[in-house]
């Protein structure tokens, strides 16, 4: 886990990492099978769906029951006929809202794209086929003429935008979100949607990349769904269909609360933080006690864990691990972590800032050992 994989990540809006739990399969994966597959097939009929009615199940997760709904209900005629009357106004054009607008507009709904005339998302939205004056406006004009705004920019742009967007948000219009942050911390942030608003989220466990490439395989990435605000007394519904509509294939029911602890948390636990602090643990004590470079990366990033020592030595990590984890996510729920996002993304420095941290693990020995041991693999050449 160079910094690269760090640096992408932060690119995804670290929810790139993310997978989802395929409800499908009845195969066994491994933990960094299930991290690495983030993709939904059509589930099979199994005791686990105790109730089905049209395209909502409920299903046993290890003991648990949780409703999930699934995209054949909402066709795309269905679709069509139910937002008949909307214009969607995707607001930002980054990694989500460049996969969750092409989406849309192929599942033949009449969306448009809100971003900075001029700036490198105008341009890139052109590229795609937005069109200036048709489908592609400024945001303040894209958030008028839109029924359901799609505030998809940057979390620490939509607490900057908010004060000038707000007042755009009117009677009747609906405001849907992707990540629970700006609204949950809206202490820290200052986004407080308006009374009168439906207020939705809808969260695919992937990155906008993903989005969109699970949708023109057919198949479609699994999301979260929320209500934080239902004033028609149909946004659940809305959520869903909306997710449907931006390339879901199951939609999973939480609260905007738990999306955003759950993901700022495990961002930064085991996804992020956790892995690379392993690493770097593990091969430093290699080191200390002799071990070559190589050696030490392969131990560390390229072997399996064997059987005996799992089993031997889980619990111990487990318990060393517990109260790091504990704290972390209080750190989490107490808006620590947010404070430290928006401080840092809001810096004029970001971007030199971040690259010259992403640097630094680029720099420690083991990545540097690890770039010469991935060149000596068989399949480098294709990797590359």
């Known amino acids: 886990m160079s910094a690269n994989i760090v640096r992408n990540a932060s690119r995804h809006a670290a929810r790139a990492s ?79 809202g460049h996969g969750q607008a092409m989406n849309a507009r192929d599942n033949g709904l009449k969306i448009i794209v809100g971003v900075r005339k001029d700036g490198a998302s105008w341009k890139e939205a052109i590229e795609d086929g937005w069109v200036p004056g048709e489908t592609l406006f400024p945001i303040e004009e894209a958030i008028k003429k839109g029924t359901i705004i799609m505030n998809l920019l940057s979390d620490a742009a939509q607490s900057a935008t908010w004060p000038e967007i707000a007042p755009l948000i009117t009677k009747g219009k609906t405001l849907y979100f992707s990540h629970g942050f700006s609204v949950v911390f809206k202490n820290d942030t200052k986004v407080v949607p308006p009374s009168d608003v439906d207020v939705i989220l809808v969260a695919p466990k992937g990155s906008g990349r993903t989005v969109r490439t699970l949708f023109k395989e057919g198949r479609g990435i699994n999301s979260s769904i929320a209500v934080w605000q239902d004033v028609t007394g149909k946004a659940k519904e809305k959520a869903v269909a909306l997710g449907v509509g931006v390339g879901s294939g199951y939609l999973y029911e939480t609260t905007f609360e738990k999306e955003v602890y759950s993901d700022l948390y495990g961002e930064r636990g085991v996804l992020m933080g956790g892995i ?109």
Not at 62 to 87: M, Q
Not at 282 to 310: I, M
Not at 368 to 380: F, I, M, Q, S, W
């Open 18 to 96: 993310r997978s989802a739990v395929t409800p499908s399969t009845g195969r066994q994966l491994s933990m960094l099978a299930r991290l690495a597959n983030s993709t939904t097939s059509k589930p099979r009929q199994t005791p686990a769906f105790r109730t089905q009615i049209r395209g909502m199940k409920t299903m046993d997760f290890a003991g648990t029951k949780e409703v999930v709904y699934e995209r054949s209900d909402w066709p795309v005629e269905k679709l069509h006929d139910y937002f008949k009357n909307d214009t969607l106004a995707m607001i930002g054009y980054g990694s989500q």
């Open 276 to 384: 690379q602090g392993m690493f770097k643990a593990q091969y430093e004590v290699l080191r200390k006690n002799g071990h070559s470079p190589s050696e030490a990366f392969n131990e560390t990033a390229c072997s399996t864990t064997a059987r005996r020592g799992a089993l031997d030595w889980a619990p111990i990590f487990e318990a060393a691990n517990k109260p790091v984890f504990e704290k972390l996510y209080e750190s989490v729920k107490n808006g620590t972590e947010t404070r430290k996002s928006l401080e840092f993304n809001g810096r004029k420095t970001y971007r030199q800032d971040l690259e010259k941290e992403l640097k630094a693990i680029d720099e420690q020995e083991i990545w540097r050992a690890g770039k010469t041991v991935r060149a000596l693999r068989p399949d480098a050449k294709r990797d590359e």
